[in-house]
Antibody, heavy 117, light 109 residues
Framework: EVQLVESGGNLVQPGGSLRLSCAAS????????MHWVRQAPGKGLVWVSH????????NYADSVRGRFTVSRDNARNTLYLQMNSLRVEDTAVYYC??????????WGQGTLVTVSS | QTVVTQEPSLTVSPGGTVTLTCASS?????????ANWFQQKPGQAPRSLIY???YKHSWTPARFSGSVLGGKAALTLSGVQPEDEAEYYC?????????FGTGTRVSVL
């Protein structure tokens, strides 16, 4: 089955850290750039970061640059998002996704990150 | 900071036609912005409908079409069905950086 499954979301205090994972299956992971997208409760979609096929290039939204790091393990078909210095405004459901492909895997259900004291 | 703006809400009758637009604060949109359109229903993850401005996926209903109209990316729904009621998000690439639009809530009444 072609799928993306996010995990690692949790309740964390401001200033804390968290690592999200996205397990890919049923398709050739190395063929795709991968993205992280987030959605705060009741709000719209916001692009967070992307990484190229072999993990040698990544870019970030200004709101997370310097705090978040995206990486991938192509041997494990897994995408990661290391989130440091978390802020209340980082509270959201985080999705991994591919964009601009003919036959993209469906988005997963996301993983909820809650930053609160 | 680049802002991508969509209509907040639109209402359409079943069987009707509605066009959603997607504008960039940087200026007129063209195919180089590689517009994507996503549909999201309550409690569900987003689903891709259109990529590279006009291309449909195998699961995209034929009644959905993407284009550029008047300097904006556009998504047209022709022959709207009740199940098309949802939030729709566009995404535009700006110098290789994706930016989502503000979203349009489409009501079918």
């Amino acid at each position: 089955e072609v799928q993306l499954v996010e995990s690692g979301g949790n309740l964390v205090q401001p200033g804390g850290s968290l690592r999200l994972s996205c397990a890919a299956s049923g398709f050739t992971f190395t063929n795709y750039w991968m993205h992280w997208v987030r959605q705060a409760p009741g709000k719209g979609l916001v692009w967070v970061s992307h990484i190229n096929n072999d993990g040698t290039y990544a870019n970030y939204a200004d709101s997370v640059r310097g705090r978040f790091t995206v990486s991938r393990d192509n041997a494990r078909n897994t995408l990661y998002l290391q989130m440091n210095s978390l802020r209340v405004e980082d509270t959201a459901v985080y999705y991994c996704a591919t964009i601009n492909y003919r036959a993209p895997p469906p988005w997963g259900q996301g993983t909820l990150v809650t930053v609160s004291s | 900071q680049t802002v991508v703006t969509q209509e907040p809400s639109l209402t359409v009758s079943p069987g009707g036609t509605v066009t959603l637009t997607c504008a960039s604060s940087t200026g007129a949109v063209n195919s180089g912005y590689e517009a994507n359109w996503f549909q999201q229903k309550p409690g569900q993850a987003p689903r891709s409908l259109i990529y590279l401005t006009t291309y449909k996926h195998s699961w995209t209903p034929a009644r959905f079409s993407g284009s550029v109209l008047g300097g904006k990316a556009a998504l047209t729904l022709s022959g709207v069905q009740p199940e098309d009621e949802a939030e729709y998000y566009c995404l535009l690439y700006h110098d290789g950086v994706p930016v989502f639009g503000t979203g349009t809530r489409v009501s079918v009444l």
